[in-house]
Structure formats: C-alpha cells, structure tokens
C-alpha cells in the first residue's frame, strides 16, 4: 500500500513522463519514416551525390549577412543566399577533386601559412587589426587569454575568426597544390610555344574598303522559313539550356516622390529656412522631427562640400545657407557660432589590461621614464608614443583632461580591469574653429503616391490578365514592360532588390499569367510568364530566337548578294571603293587578334585571309559577318626577335594551361558533375 501511495502521489509526474515517452517514439518514427516519405526534403542543393543540407546552408548564409552587416554592406539578401549556395557548391567540387587527387595539406605547412615567419599577408592585416605584433602573438592571446589578463568572453569571437581563417587557408593551400599540379601536368613544348608567338608575330597593314550589310534595305532582302531555319540549325548550340528558363515581361515603377510631394516639402523647408533666420540657433526648428540636425565643430578643412565651405567661412555668426536641393534631399547649414580653438594634440599614449596593481605599476613605470619598450615586454601593455589626435569631436571632459594634463601621465579611462594612460606632448596653435548645423530633410513618397502608383498598376493588370494583353497595351497605358529571362538560380530581376519573390513566382506560375502586385522596397512590381523552356534548346519560335536568325539569315543573304554585286567589278581599291560608295581606309591586322581597329571583333575570315595574302596583292571581295571587304596588304612586319621560353610558357599557361584551366575549373568540373540547385523550393 506504501508504495501504491507513494506511485499515486507522484501521478502527475508520471504522466509527464510517460507522455513525453510517447511522444518522443511518435515523433522518432514520424521523422525516421519522413526521411524516406519525403525525400530530400531538407537538401537545398546536391552536387553529384553530396547533399547540401538546408539548415547548414542557413547557418553560412546568416554568418555571411552579418558580416556584410559589420562592414556597413547592404546586399539584396537573395544575392548573398545566391551566392553562399555557389560557393557551398563550388567547394565540394574542387574539395572532390582534390581528394580524389591525393591532395592533403600537413600541420606544419598550415602552421607556417598562419604563424610563421612568412604568414600570409592576410593574416598579418588581420593581426595587426587586432593589436598584435604578430600572427603568432594573435594566437597565443586568442587561445591563452588569461596570460594577458583578457577575459575569455572577449576573444571568442575574435578566436571564432580566427578558426575560419585557418579552415580557408587549409582549402587555399589545397588549391594552390592542385594548381600547381596541374601546372605541372600541362607543360608547353617547342612547337606550342611556336604557334603561339606566331599568332603575333607578324604585323600585316592593309588598305581596305567595306560595306556594311546595313547600308541594304531589310525589307528587300527578307528570308525565307527555309534559309531562317538554315541559320538556326548552324547556330544552334548558342541557344543551349543547361536549365529551365522562364521568359516574362516586368514593370517595375519607381517608388519616388509625386509632384504633389515635392511641393508639399518644399512649403515646409521654407517655413524652416524662414524660422532660422528669425531667431539664433536652431530651436525654433528642433521640434520637427522630421528633420536631422547634426551640430559639430569643424575646421574648414574638415567640410568637403566646397559650396558649405565657401558659405561658412565668408558668412557672419547666425547666417543661414540657402536650401540646397538634391537627390531628394533638402540641405540647410546654419552658422552657429566660430572661435580659436586647439584641434589637436600630440601624446604619448599606453593602454593597459589588467587589474589597479597592474595599472599602478605601469603608470609608476611610465611617469618614471622607464622605456616604452621595456614596457611592452609585458604583453598586458601596448601603447605608442608621438600620436598626433584630432579632438575636436571629443566631449568637453576628455578635451580637458587632454589639454591640461600636467606634465606627467594620467588616466584618460580607467576601470577595474583596464585603463588608458596618455601624457601630453605638444599642443598645435589655435584654429578657427567653426560650430555649425547641418539640417537635412528627406523627401519620401507619400501613403497616398504609393497607393495611386499602385491603384494605376492594378487598373491597368484587370484588364490586361493575360501575359500576351499585359505585354502588348503596356505602352500604350504609359508603363514599360521589359522582356526578361530567368532560371530558377537567378536571385533578382534586372537587379531589383526584393524581386526573388517575383523569380519564385514566375516558377510557379502557368504560362500566359499575371503576378499579383509586389511592392518592394523601392518598386511596384509585376511580371507575367510569357514562354516556359526546359532545358535543352531554345526552339526556332522563340521569339528572341526567330529575330536573332533572321537577322543572321538575312545578313547572309545581304553578303551574297553584294558578292554577286561586286565580284571582279573592279581591279584596284579605289574602283571597289567608288563601287562601295566607301573611302578607303587603313588599319593593322594580327593572326591572333579577336578586335581589329576600324572594322570590328568577330571577322574571322577576313583576318584568316590577310594572313594568307601577298605583299600588294588586290584581296576581296570577302564576304564577312557585318559586311564585304576588300582589301590590299601594304606592309608587314615580323617582330625580330624570339620568344624566350618563359615567355612561351608565361603565354601558354594564360592561353591553353594551368591559369586557362583554372580560370574555368569550376565550368569544368560543373560540366562533368550531375549539379542540382534546389533554392527556389525554399527561397
């Protein structure tokens, strides 16, 4: 009975235990059966059969958007996720290959990248931001803190840093060795380097006349089906997909300030230009929160707007500058007042972490000359001496103590476990110094802009609500739709921030529809999905397509017909020029090169001809991409000296070897791995 009690009195907790039990073999068997129901459901991206898990990809990307955040960047955050997942991608492939390599980097090679004698110079910067007179002291006073009287908690994120660096050094000096390795696996011989330096080595001036397909009339030169479909089966791997592709139209309006706005602000700037001059300083105005008022002293050297510059040192105490408008934003400076000031001061400065016995002795030792060398030995003190400070910005305390300090050290900031002793040097002599205040005004877009760009936008999407409507009356309701085309890895529209959503949407939509509005942080947005293509080939009634290879097909049915035109219808430039109805012209032309000078990039036939042609001989007419030439090599020119090998094998490594494959190693390996980019079913 005792026990039936004391089981009785203790119901509640075994309730509670025997739920929690049950749930936990619930939830056990839903999760375990999940992963094989739902798949992959967590895996945002696979490189060959490496999973990239959702969640690690989440903990990268928020790391990497506040560092971004730390640095003061402000990126599109589906550009930041966009780019995380590339990289995530990009380093399983390359981490494959080296493993499959036999690539491996030991711990003495790690150690002498990060805290050698000859560290790299990123670790070096990184140190010397940290106040360390070296990597290796860095080290030491992240995972030794307490030697130097630093407390744990304020080197773990310095120490955090510290551990990514060595794991990016790891895998940079894995690359550097499969750089290297295949440097060496791909090595140019004689005739490599040969060819190469031939490409260039000889400089052929011609005399030439051209004329340009467009100099003939489209409409007498249109293609039939059969010669489009022609050009398009020639030049059909250009229209390749490795992925889906959507094509839609966008509009995207400006939010931006109404006529209406701007009028509104502009009565209130004046009322506040008005009430600044009718009285001195600028309390009359402090009350409008919607301004931004920033008092400060400066020197005249300090303002960079000449104009500002210009007005505060002409202008007497009180004055007020003229409203300045621009960018949206209102600008007023105010003089408020201007007096000989000292603006900066030359000190010896030590900074001391440690406890009052260790700030006492350091401070005993400084006031008693002892070298700032001798000093430092104790690594819980660093300081410099001859810093020049500018402290004009300073608060009134700390300019106090500064200039009157007395001869000896003193503490500028002290607590119980640090301080920071200065003495003063040397004072500069007094400057004008000017109090000013700067008093700026933003023009936002009012509620009632928003809503009619938006009431607009909707009017004109309920009666056009079909992708082929939407792009077609567009312009005549005054909106601009632009055609665009976007993959499922895209992570904006024409570089719109916040326009991922509208990337999602568009894989999510049928063809032939219209999005809901979105408003983004600077736009009014809507797209319709005009065209869904699978990965493959674009097909010849695509409409980007179809006028592409009709323009091909009909530039070739242009370059025919001058040929028949002009064919042995003169002997000498000059004739072909009157025929051409062209001046003849001079340029230089190398085997090698992609751009020649007056003529173009692309004219492979044209430079494969010169390369072959006579001194003088009248070459043409040559039928090229954009036009016919015909022309007469005048001069040539062969470099008189030979490539050296390192040349060679400096041009080879550019153009054919280890820096040529590295450039595209990532295409390389992409190409021959089964890459699964799954972000648009999350983000």
């Not at 990307?61 to 506040?66: G, N, P």
């Not at 608060?395 to 607590?415: I, R, W």
């Amino acid at each position: 009975m005792a026990a039936l009690e004391k089981i009785r009195s203790k119901a509640v907790f075994l309730t509670v235990v025997i739920g929690v039990a049950l749930l936990a073999f619930i939830l056990g068997d839903f999760l375990t059966s999940g992963r094989t129901f739902f798949g992959d459901g967590n895996t945002i991206a696979k490189v060959g059969d490496e999973k990239i898990d959702a969640i690690v990809f989440q903990r990268r990307y928020e790391k990497m958007s506040a560092q971004l955040q730390e640095r003061g960047q402000s990126v599109d955050g589906a550009v930041i996720q966009s780019q995380v997942l590339n990289q995530m991608m990009s380093e399983i492939l390359l981490d494959r290959e080296i493993e499959a390599l036999g690539i491996y980097v030991t711990d003495d090679e790690l150690s002498g990248a990060m805290t050698g004698k000859n560290a790299r110079p990123q670790i070096m910067q990184f140190a010397r931001q940290m106040g360390a007179e070296s990597p290796d002291q860095l080290h030491d006073m992240l995972f030794n803190p307490s030697k130097y009287g630093i407390p744990e908690e304020q080197v773990l994120k310095a120490r955090e840093s510290w551990i990514d660096m060595e794991n990016d050094m790891e895998r940079s000096l894995k690359y550097e060795k499969l750089q290297n390795l295949i440097a060496g696996a791909l090595q140019a011989n004689d005739l490599d380097r040969k060819e190469l330096w031939e490409d260039n080595a000889t400089v052929n001036t011609i005399n030439f006349v051209k004329q340009d397909f467009a100099t003939l009339a489209d409409k007498d030169y249109e293609p039939s089906d059969a010669e489009v479909k022609k050009a398009y089966d020639e030049n059909k791997a250009q229209f390749k997909l490795d992925e889906e592709m959507r094509e839609a139209h966008i509009i995207a309006l400006d939010i931006a300030p109404s006529t209406a706005d701007l009028n509104a602000a502009k009565d209130m700037i004046d009322s506040t230009y008005a009430a600044l001059l009718t009285a001195p300083g600028i309390d009359m105005v402090r009350s409008n929160s919607d301004l931004v008022i920033n008092e400060v002293s400066v020197r005249a050297s300090d303002i960079r707007d000449t104009e500002v510059k210009n007005f505060v040192t002409e202008a007497q105490v009180g004055a007020v500058s003229t409203p300045k408008f621009a960018s949206n934003v209102y600008t007023i400076v105010k003089l408020n007042g201007k007096k000989m000031e000292v603006d900066s001061v030359k000190l010896n400065v030590m900074m001391v972490q440690g406890d009052k016995k260790l700030q006492d002795s350091i401070k005993a030792q400084l006031n008693a000359g002892v070298a700032f060398a001798d000093i430092q030995k104790n690594k819980a003190a660093q300081g410099q001496e001859g810093v020049w400070q500018v402290i004009l910005q300073a608060p009134d305390s700390v300019k106090t103590k500064l200039l009157n300090g007395g001869e000896g050290y003193f503490a500028l900031q002290e607590s119980a476990q640090g301080a920071y002793f200065c003495k003063l040097v040397e004072k500069k002599a007094p400057k004008m110094v000017y109090d000013i205040a700067n008093i700026t005004y933003t023009v936002y877009p009012s509620t009632k802009t928003i809503e009619d760009l938006n009431n607009g936008l909707q009017e004109f999407i309920n009666t056009n609500n079909t992708a082929e409507l939407f792009a077609a009356n567009a312009a005549k309701a005054g909106f601009n739709a632009i055609p665009v085309s976007v993959t499922a890895e895209d992570p904006q529209i024409n570089n719109i921030d916040g326009s991922r959503k509208n990337v999602k949407w568009l894989f999510e939509a049928s063809e032939g529809s219209v999005s809901p509005i979105e408003k983004l942080s600077d736009k009014i947005v809507t797209v319709a999905l005009d065209r869904v293509n699978k990965a493959g080939y674009l097909s010849l009634d695509n409409d980007r397509v179809k006028t592409a290879m009709t323009a091909k097909a009909r530039a070739d049915k242009k370059g025919d017909a001058l040929m028949a035109q002009l064919t042995g219808k003169a002997k000498d430039l000059n004739g072909y020029a009157t025929l051409m109805n062209a001046k003849v012209d001079t340029t230089q032309v190398t085997f090698g090169q992609m751009f020649i000078a007056k003529i173009g990039v692309g004219e492979s036939n044209l430079t494969a001809r010169v390369a072959t042609a006579k001194l003088n001989e009248v070459v043409g007419p040559v039928k090229g991409n954009n036009g016919v030439y015909v022309f007469q090599v005048t001069k040539q020119e062969r470099t008189q000296r030979t490539a050296t090998p390192e040349e060679g094998n400096r041009q080879f490594a550019m153009q054919r070897g280890s820096n040529a494959v590295m450039n595209h190693a990532l295409d390389i390996l992409r190409n021959a791995t089964t890459v699964e980019n799954k972000m648009i079913k999350f983000f």
